[in-house]
Protein backbone atom coordinates (compact mmCIF):
# COMPACT_ATOMS: atom_id res chain seq x y z
CA UNK A 1 0.00 0.00 0.00
CA UNK A 2 1.59 4.07 -0.84
CA UNK A 3 2.52 5.45 2.27
CA UNK A 4 0.49 8.48 2.79
CA UNK A 5 2.23 11.72 4.03
CA UNK A 6 2.23 14.27 6.82
CA UNK A 7 3.99 16.76 8.18
CA UNK A 8 5.24 16.35 12.02
CA UNK A 9 5.61 19.69 14.45
CA UNK A 10 8.84 20.28 12.95
CA UNK A 11 7.50 21.13 9.36
CA UNK A 12 9.31 17.52 8.03
CA UNK A 13 7.02 15.19 5.54
CA UNK A 14 6.49 12.17 7.73
CA UNK A 15 5.87 8.60 5.19
CA UNK A 16 2.94 7.04 7.09
CA UNK A 17 2.36 3.31 5.95
CA UNK A 18 -0.55 1.36 7.58
CA UNK A 19 -0.20 3.80 10.89
CA UNK A 20 3.56 3.49 11.31
CA UNK A 21 5.95 6.40 11.41
CA UNK A 22 9.03 5.31 9.27
CA UNK A 23 11.00 8.39 10.43
CA UNK A 24 11.91 7.01 14.16
CA UNK A 25 13.58 8.74 16.88
CA UNK A 26 17.68 8.35 17.02
CA UNK A 27 17.06 5.91 20.58
CA UNK A 28 14.16 3.95 21.17
CA UNK A 29 11.15 6.25 22.89
CA UNK A 30 10.97 6.09 26.85
CA UNK A 31 12.95 7.51 29.73
CA UNK A 32 16.68 8.31 29.75
CA UNK A 33 18.87 6.24 32.21
CA UNK A 34 19.88 8.00 34.59
CA UNK A 35 23.50 7.69 33.92
CA UNK A 36 22.48 9.09 30.49
CA UNK A 37 23.27 12.89 29.06
CA UNK A 38 22.65 14.03 25.69
CA UNK A 39 23.98 17.28 23.75
CA UNK A 40 20.31 18.36 23.25
CA UNK A 41 20.02 18.84 26.88
CA UNK A 42 21.71 22.37 26.85
CA UNK A 43 19.84 22.95 23.34
CA UNK A 44 17.26 25.68 23.55
CA UNK A 45 13.75 24.60 24.10
CA UNK A 46 12.07 22.61 21.10
CA UNK A 47 8.79 22.30 22.92
CA UNK A 48 5.57 23.59 20.55
CA UNK A 49 2.13 24.07 20.67
CA UNK A 50 1.55 20.83 20.00
CA UNK A 51 1.75 20.63 24.20
CA UNK A 52 -1.49 22.29 24.09
CA UNK A 53 -3.53 19.24 23.14
CA UNK A 54 -4.59 17.02 25.43
CA UNK A 55 -4.38 14.03 22.99
CA UNK A 56 -0.47 14.82 21.83
CA UNK A 57 0.34 15.45 25.71
CA UNK A 58 -0.85 11.50 26.46
CA UNK A 59 1.31 9.91 23.25
CA UNK A 60 4.28 11.99 24.86
CA UNK A 61 3.77 10.46 28.42
CA UNK A 62 2.87 6.75 26.79
CA UNK A 63 6.32 6.89 24.72
CA UNK A 64 8.21 8.22 27.76
CA UNK A 65 6.81 5.41 30.12
CA UNK A 66 7.27 2.61 26.86
CA UNK A 67 5.47 0.27 28.62
CA UNK A 68 3.41 -2.59 26.57
CA UNK A 69 0.07 -2.73 26.32
CA UNK A 70 0.06 -6.36 27.80
CA UNK A 71 1.30 -4.43 30.89
CA UNK A 72 -1.18 -1.67 31.04
CA UNK A 73 -3.73 -4.08 30.96
CA UNK A 74 -2.45 -5.45 34.40
CA UNK A 75 -2.23 -2.22 35.47
CA UNK A 76 -5.49 -1.45 34.77
CA UNK A 77 -6.51 -4.36 36.60
CA UNK A 78 -4.87 -3.74 39.81
CA UNK A 79 -5.71 -0.31 39.81
CA UNK A 80 -9.40 -1.26 39.92
CA UNK A 81 -8.76 -3.50 43.13
CA UNK A 82 -7.34 -1.02 44.80
CA UNK A 83 -9.88 1.20 44.07
CA UNK A 84 -12.94 -1.41 44.72
CA UNK A 85 -10.21 -2.04 48.10
CA UNK A 86 -10.54 1.92 49.21
CA UNK A 87 -14.01 2.04 48.80
CA UNK A 88 -15.05 -1.29 50.79
CA UNK A 89 -12.81 0.56 53.39
CA UNK A 90 -14.25 3.84 53.72
CA UNK A 91 -17.90 3.27 52.94
CA UNK A 92 -18.52 -0.41 54.03
CA UNK A 93 -18.93 -3.93 52.35
CA UNK A 94 -22.98 -3.31 50.76
CA UNK A 95 -22.47 0.68 49.76
CA UNK A 96 -18.60 0.19 48.87
CA UNK A 97 -19.95 -2.23 46.53
CA UNK A 98 -22.16 -0.25 44.78
CA UNK A 99 -19.72 2.42 45.03
CA UNK A 100 -17.43 0.90 43.17
CA UNK A 101 -19.63 -0.49 40.57
CA UNK A 102 -21.04 3.05 40.00
CA UNK A 103 -17.09 4.19 39.52
CA UNK A 104 -15.89 1.21 37.48
CA UNK A 105 -18.84 2.56 34.74
CA UNK A 106 -18.10 6.22 35.17
CA UNK A 107 -14.36 5.26 34.23
CA UNK A 108 -15.20 3.57 31.04
CA UNK A 109 -17.02 6.52 29.95
CA UNK A 110 -13.84 9.46 30.83
CA UNK A 111 -11.97 10.08 28.27
CA UNK A 112 -8.55 8.11 27.17
CA UNK A 113 -6.73 11.23 28.94
CA UNK A 114 -8.85 11.19 31.45
CA UNK A 115 -8.27 7.31 32.37
CA UNK A 116 -4.51 7.60 32.00
CA UNK A 117 -4.80 10.39 34.51
CA UNK A 118 -6.57 8.88 37.39
CA UNK A 119 -3.69 5.62 36.51
CA UNK A 120 -0.35 7.18 36.34
CA UNK A 121 -1.65 9.68 39.65
CA UNK A 122 -2.07 5.80 41.03
CA UNK A 123 1.13 4.78 40.43
CA UNK A 124 3.15 8.19 41.49
CA UNK A 125 2.14 7.98 44.83
CA UNK A 126 0.16 10.84 44.76
CA UNK A 127 -2.22 9.92 47.25
CA UNK A 128 -5.15 9.15 44.67
CA UNK A 129 -7.12 6.27 44.16
CA UNK A 130 -9.77 6.76 41.63
CA UNK A 131 -11.94 9.52 43.38
CA UNK A 132 -10.79 8.46 46.59
CA UNK A 133 -7.90 9.84 48.94
CA UNK A 134 -5.72 6.81 49.34
CA UNK A 135 -6.20 5.55 53.09
CA UNK A 136 -6.40 1.75 53.14
CA UNK A 137 -3.55 -0.61 53.82
CA UNK A 138 -5.36 -2.82 51.33
CA UNK A 139 -5.39 -0.55 48.07
CA UNK A 140 -1.59 0.70 49.01
CA UNK A 141 -0.14 -2.85 49.60
CA UNK A 142 -2.06 -2.96 45.70
CA UNK A 143 -0.04 -0.17 44.46
CA UNK A 144 3.23 -1.32 46.53
CA UNK A 145 2.21 -4.15 44.27
CA UNK A 146 1.91 -2.25 40.38
CA UNK A 147 5.22 -0.47 41.58
CA UNK A 148 7.04 -3.41 42.32
CA UNK A 149 5.91 -5.01 38.45
CA UNK A 150 7.26 -2.09 36.91
CA UNK A 151 10.75 -2.41 38.73
CA UNK A 152 10.79 -5.86 36.95
CA UNK A 153 9.86 -4.30 34.09
CA UNK A 154 12.74 -1.69 34.22
CA UNK A 155 10.79 1.00 35.30
CA UNK A 156 12.06 3.33 37.82
CA UNK A 157 9.66 5.22 39.95
CA UNK A 158 11.35 8.42 38.29
CA UNK A 159 9.81 7.51 35.20
CA UNK A 160 6.34 7.39 36.57
CA UNK A 161 6.66 10.56 38.24
CA UNK A 162 7.65 12.13 34.87
CA UNK A 163 5.38 10.79 33.02
CA UNK A 164 2.51 12.10 35.85
CA UNK A 165 4.20 15.37 35.43
CA UNK A 166 4.29 15.95 31.12
CA UNK A 167 0.56 15.18 31.64
CA UNK A 168 0.89 18.70 33.78
CA UNK A 169 2.66 20.58 31.32
CA UNK A 170 5.49 20.76 33.42
CA UNK A 171 8.50 22.42 30.88
CA UNK A 172 11.51 20.18 32.62
CA UNK A 173 9.46 17.00 32.41
CA UNK A 174 8.45 17.99 28.80
CA UNK A 175 12.17 18.91 27.48
CA UNK A 176 12.98 15.59 28.94
CA UNK A 177 10.63 13.73 26.36
CA UNK A 178 11.85 15.29 23.64
CA UNK A 179 15.30 14.58 24.65
CA UNK A 180 13.87 10.78 24.61
CA UNK A 181 12.74 11.10 21.47
CA UNK A 182 9.49 11.27 22.21
CA UNK A 183 8.54 14.50 20.21
CA UNK A 184 9.13 12.96 17.17
CA UNK A 185 7.80 9.96 17.85
CA UNK A 186 4.52 11.80 18.60
CA UNK A 187 5.02 13.53 15.35
CA UNK A 188 2.55 11.15 13.35
CA UNK A 189 0.27 8.23 13.10
CA UNK A 190 2.02 6.95 16.01
CA UNK A 191 0.19 9.67 17.83
CA UNK A 192 -2.98 8.36 16.84
CA UNK A 193 -1.89 4.73 17.45
CA UNK A 194 -0.27 4.51 20.80
CA UNK A 195 -3.65 6.69 22.14
CA UNK A 196 -5.89 3.93 20.40
CA UNK A 197 -3.95 0.79 21.61
CA UNK A 198 -3.95 2.04 25.24
CA UNK A 199 -7.76 3.31 25.27
CA UNK A 200 -8.65 -0.65 24.02
CA UNK A 201 -6.23 -2.19 26.19
CA UNK A 202 -7.51 -0.07 29.16
CA UNK A 203 -11.57 -0.10 27.99
CA UNK A 204 -11.35 -4.02 27.57
CA UNK A 205 -9.78 -4.27 30.95
CA UNK A 206 -12.00 -2.66 32.64
CA UNK A 207 -15.23 -4.10 31.02
CA UNK A 208 -13.81 -7.33 32.15
CA UNK A 209 -13.17 -7.08 35.32
CA UNK A 210 -15.02 -8.92 37.87
CA UNK A 211 -14.69 -7.61 41.38
CA UNK A 212 -15.25 -10.90 43.12
CA UNK A 213 -14.44 -9.33 46.86
CA UNK A 214 -17.02 -6.98 46.30
CA UNK A 215 -19.93 -8.87 44.10
CA UNK A 216 -19.49 -12.18 46.67
CA UNK A 217 -22.75 -12.10 48.91
CA UNK A 218 -23.69 -8.87 46.96
CA UNK A 219 -25.90 -10.70 44.56
CA UNK A 220 -28.75 -8.26 44.78
CA UNK A 221 -31.17 -7.63 41.83
CA UNK A 222 -29.53 -3.91 41.96
CA UNK A 223 -25.89 -5.04 41.66
CA UNK A 224 -26.75 -7.66 39.02
CA UNK A 225 -28.38 -4.31 36.94
CA UNK A 226 -24.69 -2.23 38.02
CA UNK A 227 -22.81 -4.79 37.07
CA UNK A 228 -24.30 -6.37 33.72
CA UNK A 229 -27.08 -4.67 32.27
CA UNK A 230 -25.84 -0.17 32.83
CA UNK A 231 -23.01 -0.65 30.80
CA UNK A 232 -25.51 -2.90 28.14
CA UNK A 233 -27.65 0.43 28.04
CA UNK A 234 -24.41 3.00 27.73
CA UNK A 235 -23.10 1.58 25.07
CA UNK A 236 -26.02 1.17 23.24
CA UNK A 237 -26.62 4.93 24.26
CA UNK A 238 -23.23 5.52 22.47
CA UNK A 239 -24.04 3.97 19.09
CA UNK A 240 -27.51 4.61 18.69
CA UNK A 241 -26.82 7.46 15.65
CA UNK A 242 -30.48 9.12 16.80
CA UNK A 243 -28.18 10.02 19.97
CA UNK A 244 -25.25 11.44 17.62
CA UNK A 245 -24.51 15.24 16.81
CA UNK A 246 -21.85 15.23 14.04
CA UNK A 247 -21.37 18.66 13.85
CA UNK A 248 -18.15 18.49 14.50
CA UNK A 249 -17.46 16.40 11.32
CA UNK A 250 -18.01 20.11 9.48
CA UNK A 251 -18.66 19.33 5.67
CA UNK A 252 -18.16 15.09 7.20
CA UNK A 253 -21.17 15.03 9.31
CA UNK A 254 -23.62 14.01 6.94
CA UNK A 255 -21.01 10.93 6.01
CA UNK A 256 -20.64 10.16 9.24
CA UNK A 257 -24.75 9.95 10.28
CA UNK A 258 -25.42 7.76 6.86
CA UNK A 259 -22.56 5.73 8.35
CA UNK A 260 -24.07 5.36 11.57
CA UNK A 261 -27.58 4.60 10.41
CA UNK A 262 -25.69 1.81 8.29
CA UNK A 263 -23.95 0.47 11.18
CA UNK A 264 -26.95 0.24 13.46
CA UNK A 265 -29.32 -2.38 12.43
CA UNK A 266 -26.33 -4.11 12.02
CA UNK A 267 -25.46 -4.54 15.39
CA UNK A 268 -28.94 -6.20 16.29
CA UNK A 269 -29.56 -3.82 19.69
CA UNK A 270 -32.99 -5.46 20.18
CA UNK A 271 -31.21 -8.71 21.29
CA UNK A 272 -28.68 -8.13 24.10
CA UNK A 273 -26.99 -11.27 22.98
CA UNK A 274 -26.57 -10.27 19.25
CA UNK A 275 -25.59 -6.63 20.63
CA UNK A 276 -23.30 -7.29 22.72
CA UNK A 277 -21.10 -10.44 20.39
CA UNK A 278 -21.77 -7.61 17.58
CA UNK A 279 -19.81 -4.55 19.47
CA UNK A 280 -17.15 -6.62 20.06
CA UNK A 281 -16.34 -7.18 16.33
CA UNK A 282 -14.08 -5.35 14.26
CA UNK A 283 -15.72 -2.93 11.67
CA UNK A 284 -14.40 -4.49 8.77
CA UNK A 285 -16.55 -7.70 9.51
CA UNK A 286 -19.62 -5.84 8.37
CA UNK A 287 -18.92 -5.42 5.00
CA UNK A 288 -19.16 -1.58 4.24
CA UNK A 289 -18.05 -0.64 0.84
CA UNK A 290 -14.29 0.36 0.94
CA UNK A 291 -14.92 3.12 -0.64
CA UNK A 292 -17.55 4.68 2.11
CA UNK A 293 -15.15 3.86 5.15
CA UNK A 294 -11.92 5.86 2.90
CA UNK A 295 -14.49 8.86 2.35
CA UNK A 296 -15.16 8.52 6.55
CA UNK A 297 -11.27 8.65 7.34
CA UNK A 298 -11.01 11.59 4.44
CA UNK A 299 -13.63 13.28 6.47
CA UNK A 300 -12.25 12.42 9.76
CA UNK A 301 -8.91 14.01 8.80
CA UNK A 302 -10.00 16.82 7.03
CA UNK A 303 -12.12 17.72 10.24
CA UNK A 304 -9.45 17.48 12.63
CA UNK A 305 -7.03 19.34 10.50
CA UNK A 306 -9.31 22.26 9.79
CA UNK A 307 -8.79 23.16 13.19
CA UNK A 308 -5.10 24.19 12.95
CA UNK A 309 -1.93 23.09 14.72
CA UNK A 310 -0.80 19.69 14.95
CA UNK A 311 -1.70 17.83 11.61
CA UNK A 312 -3.12 13.99 11.42
CA UNK A 313 -3.78 11.13 8.68
CA UNK A 314 -6.67 9.07 10.21
CA UNK A 315 -7.19 5.80 7.53
CA UNK A 316 -9.12 3.28 6.51
CA UNK A 317 -7.18 0.78 8.11
CA UNK A 318 -7.02 1.86 10.94
CA UNK A 319 -11.16 2.57 11.71
CA UNK A 320 -11.46 -1.36 10.10
CA UNK A 321 -9.20 -2.43 12.62
CA UNK A 322 -11.93 -0.63 15.50
CA UNK A 323 -14.96 -2.43 17.32
CA UNK A 324 -18.13 -0.28 16.69
CA UNK A 325 -17.70 1.01 20.19
CA UNK A 326 -14.04 1.79 20.32
CA UNK A 327 -14.90 3.56 16.86
CA UNK A 328 -17.41 5.94 18.36
CA UNK A 329 -14.80 6.31 21.35
CA UNK A 330 -12.11 7.62 18.95
CA UNK A 331 -14.40 9.59 17.69
CA UNK A 332 -15.19 11.08 20.70
CA UNK A 333 -11.94 11.85 22.12
CA UNK A 334 -10.86 13.39 19.24
CA UNK A 335 -13.73 16.03 19.56
CA UNK A 336 -15.03 14.62 15.71
CA UNK A 337 -18.15 13.48 17.71
CA UNK A 338 -20.92 14.75 20.84
CA UNK A 339 -23.57 13.42 21.97
CA UNK A 340 -27.14 15.03 22.12
CA UNK A 341 -27.54 13.20 25.35
CA UNK A 342 -25.12 12.05 27.56
CA UNK A 343 -25.18 8.31 27.77
CA UNK A 344 -24.75 8.40 31.46
CA UNK A 345 -27.87 10.24 32.02
CA UNK A 346 -29.94 8.36 29.37
CA UNK A 347 -28.68 4.60 31.73
CA UNK A 348 -29.65 6.68 35.02
CA UNK A 349 -33.17 7.38 33.26
CA UNK A 350 -33.87 3.56 31.66
CA UNK A 351 -32.79 1.96 34.72
CA UNK A 352 -34.67 4.22 36.94
CA UNK A 353 -37.64 2.73 35.71
CA UNK A 354 -36.55 -1.00 36.55
CA UNK A 355 -37.72 -2.61 40.19
CA UNK A 356 -35.06 -2.16 42.57
CA UNK A 357 -35.00 -4.79 45.81
Do not use: H
Amino acid sequence: MAGERTRDGSGQTVELDRGTNGRMPASKPGPLESGQTSALATAPSRIDSRVDDEGFLLCLALCYLGLPPSLWRTITNYFLEAVSAEYREQYGEAKGSQEFQDFKIAFQSWSTFNKFKALITFLAGEGVVGKLALKSVAAQLVRTKIVELLARAGVKSGAIAGASQIVRKFAIFLELAWIAGCGGYCGSMAYANAILTFSKVVTDAAIAFLDVASALGQATNSLMVTIFVRPLVVSKAMLDPSNWDTTPMGRGALVLSLLGNALWPKLKADNADDFLANVMKPMSSFNFPPSAIDEIAKEMTNAFNARGGFQVTFTSVLILDLTPLTFVQLLRDWRLLRFKKDPEQLADEALGTMPKE
